[in-house]
């Protein structure tokens, strides 16, 4: 969990914070701020180094050594992330938040002992602050769920969600604002969406469905449901559904079509087309999963393994012959596991290509190209900073999307794009040696990350800005027609 990162979240904050640091370059507290801008905007490569300068000149600032311990857990590096946490509760032991989020990484390793005696030791010790003690509860009742122990988990969430969670977000405009109320998870699983948000037409307001089952919901013009991960959060989802029905307000990603995208649903959906490939997606219980049961079930190995409700590649293994299951199997959390088919995408130069585009209200908008020689493809960490050509061919696609995909591609977007059924989702893809796309995921968690500042990737931002843009207009179309009407 972050300290103070929302009011910077925009690219127009982060522009007004880097001026005054212009000024004042050894001001912790505006280091911090650029930090957390740049973090909000989810430029990771950059954020880390950020917090880092803060603490050069501030050791022990709690905000940077708690945000950067955060963004260590994100990438699975966890030793990084105690050292942080461990720091952080060093120089504040009075704030719970440092217990939390160590409670938070033992629970994430599987150290369910620990993160137990962590959360009742915030409940023990921080029995008046009411936040602290919503989350050591939820803590608790995930712990329990995890272990399948639904009855003492419902005890617990219970008592995390006993009264309202809602919290806004600063409003810094000068006329009427526009109100839109955000649907979160207590169970994680939502989407990055700070940066779509214009705090100076928005005034945002974001809550815990569950906890207002029997309370009015805030006044809003439309609501947001921001909860993207069906795997992670299916009665979240489903307390969402059943919220709608005491408002009239317009809603942008309704939960009903966010518990059908699923991955195995999702599959299931796209295999019907003709323009690309959905490999077979099946969800089993661990006890089921035998190389002889896959076998007979239509898998062959290699095969892929994947814990519901992560990633970024957590929690995510490929199983190249049957003698290697038991390893993987020992590795991944969870008593259900994803099966999927390996499609091998491996081009005949040795890379790997993974594509991603998004659908805004019915527009599909290419956000990155990534190459890496692994199969498994993350943006962050792809082999594109040192290779000019590299991104000279993420700069064709993104400027001329239409023409590196040829038709048979737009095909296969507009199938995914009628299987998702949302007003904002996006893709992940590749091509195998064939030309033929395969989809790696479609959901609606897809991220939009801004562009370092840093000449390199300059050609990245009108694709970026276009994207966001679009987002921003769909928010304030639908907001403003329910208002005005």
């Known amino acids: 969990m972050r300290v103070g990162a929302t009011p910077f979240s925009s690219v127009e904050g982060l522009r007004s914070i880097e001026q005054r640091l212009a000024t004042a370059p050894g001001d912790p507290q505006l280091r911090y701020e650029r930090a957390c801008a740049l973090d909000g905007l ?12 803060v603490l050069l000149v501030a050791p022990e600032h709690f905000g940077a050594l708690t945000n950067l311990g955060t963004l260590f857990v994100e990438q699975d590096r966890p030793e990084g992330a105690q050292v942080c946490f461990e720091a952080a509760l060093a120089a504040q032991p009075g704030d ?3 217990h939390l989020n160590l409670a938070l990484l033992h629970a994430r390793l599987g ?5 137990r005696a962590a959360y009742e030791r915030v409940l023990e010790r921080f029995a008046d602050d009411p936040q602290a003690r919503v989350h050591a509860y939820n803590g608790l009742a995930r712990l329990f769920e995890r272990r399948g122990d639904e009855e003492q988990a419902r005890v617990y969430e219970a008592k995390a969600l006993e009264r309202p969670i809602a919290w806004s977000f600063p409003y810094r405009g000068t006329g009427v604002p526009l109100q839109v109320l955000v649907l979160t998870s207590p169970r994680g699983g939502d989407m990055i969406s700070n940066q779509f948000f214009d705090d100076r037409v928005v005034a ?14 805030p006044a809003h013009d439309l609501i947001f449901n921001g909860i993207g991960e069906p795997d992670a959060t299916r009665s979240t989802l489903a307390c969402a559904v059943d919220l709608l029905a005491a408002s009239d307000a317009p809603v942008i990603n309704d939960p009903r079509a966010v518990l059908r995208t699923d991955r195995q649903a999702m599959m299931a959906r796209l ?6 490939i959905a490999p077979r997606t099946r969800r089993h219980a661990r006890a089921e999963i035998s190389a002889e049961r896959l076998v007979a079930g239509g898998f062959t190995f290699p095969l892929l393994l994947r814990s519901p409700g992560f990633h970024a590649g957590d929690h995510f293994e490929r199983v190249d012959v049957a003698g290697d299951l038991p390893t993987a199997l020992a590795r991944l959390p969870g008593a259900e596991l994803y099966v999927i088919a390996y499609h091998d995408t491996l081009a005949d130069d040795g890379w790997v290509r ?20 692994q199969w498994k493809v993350h943006y962050f960490s792809a082999a594109m900073a040192d290779s000019p050509q590299h991104r000279a061919e993420e700069h064709r696609f993104l400027a001329s999307m239409d023409e590196v995909l040829g038709s048979e591609g737009l095909a296969a ?11 904002y989702g996006g893709v992940d893809f590749g091509r195998d040696r064939a030309g033929r796309f395969v989809v790696f995921e479609a959901n609606a968690t897809m991220t939009i990350n801004a562009p370092p500042d840093d000449p390199r990737w300059e050609y990245r931002r009108a694709a970026y800005e276009r994207a966001i843009g679009a987002v921003r207009a769909m928010i304030r179309a639908r907001g403003e027609r329910r208002r005005d009407s």
């Open 354 to 373: 993974k594509y991603r585009v998004v659908f805004i209200d019915g527009v599909a908008y290419p956000v990155h190209l990534a190459l890496a020689r």
């Open 111 to 115: 150290a369910d002992d620990a993160a």
């Open 96 to 98: 719970p938040l440092a």
């Open 271 to 276: 295999a019907a087309s003709p323009h690309l």
């Open 42 to 53: 989810g430029r990771v490569s950059e954020a880390m180094p950020a917090y880092r300068d």
């Open 413 to 423: 977007l507009a199938d995914v794009r009628e299987a998702l059924g949302l007003d």
């Open 204 to 217: 945002r307001t974001a809550i815990v469905p569950e906890s207002f089952r029997t309370t009015a919901l």
